[in-house]
């Protein structure tokens, strides 16, 4: 069973992918203020589960080097 938090948090590509847009369409212009502010909410919302992404992604490499690491030095013996 997954929660509700989890089904709405993007993956990686998607929130890279709407993030995109919403800087493309900020920097475009032509939107109201109310807009603009809204756009840039989303858009600092999808950066945070873009980094989070990325860190969880760092943290697992890191721990499979470790671990080849270790295993290569249990070799030496």
């Not at 938090?5 to 109201?32: F, H, K, N, S």
């Not at 992604?57 to 270790?70: G, K, S």
């Amino acid at each position: 069973m997954t929660s509700k938090v989890a089904e709405e948090t993007p993956g990686y590509e998607q929130a890279r992918d709407e993030l995109i847009e919403v800087v493309r369409r900020l920097e475009a212009g032509g939107t109201t203020l109310e807009e603009s502010l809204a756009l840039w909410e989303r858009g600092e919302e999808l950066a945070k589960v873009c980094r989070r992404w990325l860190d969880g992604a760092r943290a697992r490499l890191d721990a499979a080097l470790a671990e080849e690491e270790e295993a290569e030095s249990d070799g030496d013996d």
